[in-house]
């Protein structure tokens, strides 16, 4: 009967280690995509190197579901930049297109305009209560390149998170399963 | 090693990574076309000059544009974004660039183009300082791809300037 315990013991020692290696496994390639992300922000020089357009109004250059990264320099706003600005008190960020710029002789500040390509109407009544311009604080980056179709993987999990969640938890199954 | 779940793991995989191949050297060849686009705009009448009642100026128009912009046309092309700016200084602004049309061109058939238009957006100053005042106009491009980096740039044609009392 000892051997038997002693079988079981090492059947469970086993098991330990291998959980706790796939935990380990687990955790680095998490770590790896958080280094990557925070590296693409370090060169790109904005918070958030990549955007889903998610609106048609700029449509038909970009249409919903594309991808496009950013790029932020110290260098001047000018018209014909796409940029993606933030109103303030509201989260989501937008994608236009800058059609007036007044640039301080003194301050260098720019008060800025932008329009959707697909609007009829400038921004104006996008900003805030009172607002008539953009000013550089809002803008977070300029839009450099884009992707087709790439950013639909993250329309999809935000407006049904079902989807996120069985995602995840097939990740999970997978690794928990993995015989090696 | 050969169960679905690897395979469908490689296979995905792999047309991600070829995907991505693809669409980076689609958007390099753009780096290799040879581009001359050219580009005339004539102005043709001056049809509103006045102030606003709460004090700026504001202009109204008529345009005549010759824009000859076929060679920016790639296979990996989807369309060209092509605007007139009005650029000029103040004293209180070292630079102002107003928009005053625009146009999606969807081919390399559309590329080539004379419009008599008058301005499709409002011009107007941020003050009272447009009489008399000398004005570059400029034709500017955006290029953007099926995908990858989009380019722009522009031709700038100095010279035009409003009468030197309201209308």
């Known amino acids: 009967m000892g051997w038997i315990g002693e079988t079981v013991d090492s059947i469970k020692s086993i098991k330990i280690r291998q959980l706790l290696t796939q935990a ?27 955007v889903v357009v998610l609106s048609g109004s700029m449509e038909p250059g970009f249409q919903r579901g594309d991808i496009l990264l950013l790029r932020m320099t110290k260098d001047p706003i000018r018209t014909g930049e796409i940029v993606v600005f933030k109103i303030d008190g509201r989260d989501i960020p937008i994608v236009h297109r800058v059609i007036e710029v007044h640039e301080r002789k003194t301050t260098g500040k720019v008060d800025v305009l932008t329009k959707g390509d697909n609007n009829d109407v400038d921004d104006i009544d996008l900003y805030a209560d009172g607002q008539m311009w953009l000013h550089r604080h809002h803008i977070m980056g300029r839009a450099v390149g884009f992707l087709p179709y790439v950013g639909w993987v993250t329309i999809i999990m935000t407006e049904k998170p079902i989807i996120k969640y069985i995602l995840i938890g097939a990740m999970g199954l997978l690794v928990i399963t993995s015989k090696d | 090693m050969h169960s679905f779940g690897y395979r469908a793991n490689a296979l995905f995989t792999f047309s991600v990574t070829a995907l991505a191949f693809i669409c980076a050297i689609a958007s390099l060849s753009d780096n290799f076309s040879d581009q001359n686009p050219s580009a005339e705009i004539q102005i043709l009448n001056i049809n509103r000059f006045k102030k606003q009642s709460y004090e700026n100026d504001e202009v109204s128009l008529t345009l005549d544009i010759t824009a000859d912009l076929q060679s920016l046309f790639t296979w990996n092309t989807k369309q060209v974004f092509a605007f007139v700016a009005a650029e000029y200084e103040t004293p209180k602004n070292s630079l102002n ?14 590329a080539k183009f004379r419009i008599q238009t008058s301005n499709k957006y409002r011009f107007i100053d941020q003050g009272h300082n447009l009489r008399g005042k000398e004005f570059n106009l400029t034709l500017h491009w955006h290029v953007m791809p099926k995908t990858g980096k989009m380019f722009a740039d522009k031709i700038v044609m100095p010279g035009y300037s409003l009468p030197d009392a309201y209308k």
């Open chain 2, 97 to 110: 660039q107003v928009s005053l049309w625009d146009a999606i061109i969807p081919d390399k058939e559309h």
């Open chain 1, 24 to 50: 380990v496994t687990l955790g680095m390639i998490v770590t790896s995509a958080l280094i990557i992300w925070k590296a693409m922000m370090c060169v790109t020089g904005t918070e958030s190197p990549v």
